[in-house]
């Protein structure tokens, strides 16, 4: 069974390979709460992190081994479970540098200037129960039950200093992070995740996905920049679309996932007189018409059972990692005129920073209060 180590140059959860499973958390601080409340929470947030990713209960006496008069430590339901590759990833969003009390936590001018609320984009049509977020946890892993262990004794871990804002489960991996995976499927049944950038290739992530240490600010050094988009798909809608208007949509055939010009999965879409129609997702989305621009795509899909019409409440919970959130704001605004446009909406939105990994024995953020 596999187990990530918590503690790192990176956050783990970004070129780790993509689990089957995902729990996705946003909080917001609690009123009055201050510094050393914000410095607490995430101490604790890494000491139950490094825990329980290695597969053991968030503290030492766990579920069943402290006081019988006490609440349990941990909430117990990950008893007996291995790690199944749990990830946490924890990011501050815009709203935590600024706050009505004027800079409550002393970090204002520590804030990315790039950290800011994405613009809104067309076709839009967010809801606030399912955006933003001062604070925010994504947790992976191969079983759905650890990952909800996590979130679950996480959140509790924060009573009094932050609160649960909303939350995702997700399933089914939507992208590969690592060559060694085959590519999986999103919920319109196309591969997902072919044209990725891959955790082996490391000048990509440089470039594209890491904050470098000549960014500003320095504390970002080895961090990211997280955007989730939650995204509701038509399927039923789509599912009465002929299978060749499916392809043409995408820009590649749903059996294969080979480019519509031609060749195999893994063969360089060609544009110009080529099969692949100019407003087709894989030719908005691709980097040549954008001025190279990639991202590190890791979404999950999600069902969240059905509406009063009988429709699955489905979509696509898109997850995807920037140096700089431009790269994310560019690739949207392209999209205006992308052929799925009809058949998804984009429903909630949020940013963070995501800082670098913790030096073993230290917690996430640490650089942000030096
Ligand atoms: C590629 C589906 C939303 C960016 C693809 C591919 C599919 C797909 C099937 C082709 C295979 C691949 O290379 O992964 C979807 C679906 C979406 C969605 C179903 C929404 C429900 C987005 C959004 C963005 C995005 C919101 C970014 C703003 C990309 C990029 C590529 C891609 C960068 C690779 C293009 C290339 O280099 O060839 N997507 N996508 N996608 N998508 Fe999406």
Not at 87 to 96: C, M, Q, Y
Request: net charge negative.
């Amino acid at each position: 069974q596999t187990a990530y180590d918590f503690f790192g140059s990176h956050q783990a959860g970004i070129t780790t390979p993509v689990q089957e499973h995902l729990h996705f958390a946003s909080f917001d601080m609690m009123p009055r709460t201050d510094r050393d409340d914000l410095i607490s929470l995430l101490q604790d947030w890494s000491y139950a992190a490094s825990r329980i990713t290695q597969g053991l209960e968030v503290s030492a006496t766990g579920a069943v081994g402290g006081d019988a008069e006490e609440p349990p430590d941990d909430t117990g339901e990950a008893q007996g479970l291995p790690a199944a590759g749990l990830t946490i990833t924890i990011g501050f969003g815009p709203s935590l540098f600024e706050n009505e009390d004027g800079d409550r936590y002393g970090i204002a001018d520590r804030r990315p200037a790039s950290l800011q609320r994405l613009p809104a984009f067309v076709g839009d049509d967010l809801d606030p129960a399912h955006s933003h977020g001062d604070l925010c946890i994504q947790a992976c892993a191969d079983d759905p039950q650890v990952a909800v262990h996590a979130i679950r004794n996480l959140s509790r871990i924060a009573f009094g200093r932050a609160r649960l804002r909303w939350s995702q489960l997700g399933f089914g991996k939507t992208s590969r992070t690592t060559s060694g995976q085959a590519t999986p499927r999103n919920l319109f049944g196309f591969k997902d995740g072919t044209a990725n950038i891959l955790a082996d290739d490391a000048k990509a992530l440089e470039q594209n996905v890491w904050v470098a240490a000549s960014d500003d600010p320095g504390w970002m050094a080895g961090g990211s920049y997280l955007v989730a988009r939650k995204i509701a798909m038509l399927i039923e809608t789509w599912d009465r679309v002929r299978l060749s208007e499916q392809d043409t949509i995408i820009g590649r055939e749903k059996g294969s996932g080979a480019p519509l010009s031609g060749g195999g999965e893994f063969t360089a879409p060609k544009f110009s007189g080529s099969a692949i129609d100019a407003n087709s997702h894989v030719r908005l989305a691709h980097p040549d018409q954008n001025d190279g621009i990639r991202i590190l795509r890791r979404g999950f899909n999600y069902v969240d059972g059905n509406n009063e019409l009988g429709r699955l409440a489905a979509g696509l919970f898109f997850l995807s990692y920037q140096r700089d959130p431009q790269q994310f704001i560019t690739l949207q605004k392209r999209l205006s005129t992308d052929l799925m446009s009809e058949y998804i909406r984009h429903i909630g939105s949020g940013i963070w920073a995501i800082p670098p990994g913790a030096k073993s024995g230290s917690y996430v953020g640490a650089g942000l209060f030096a």
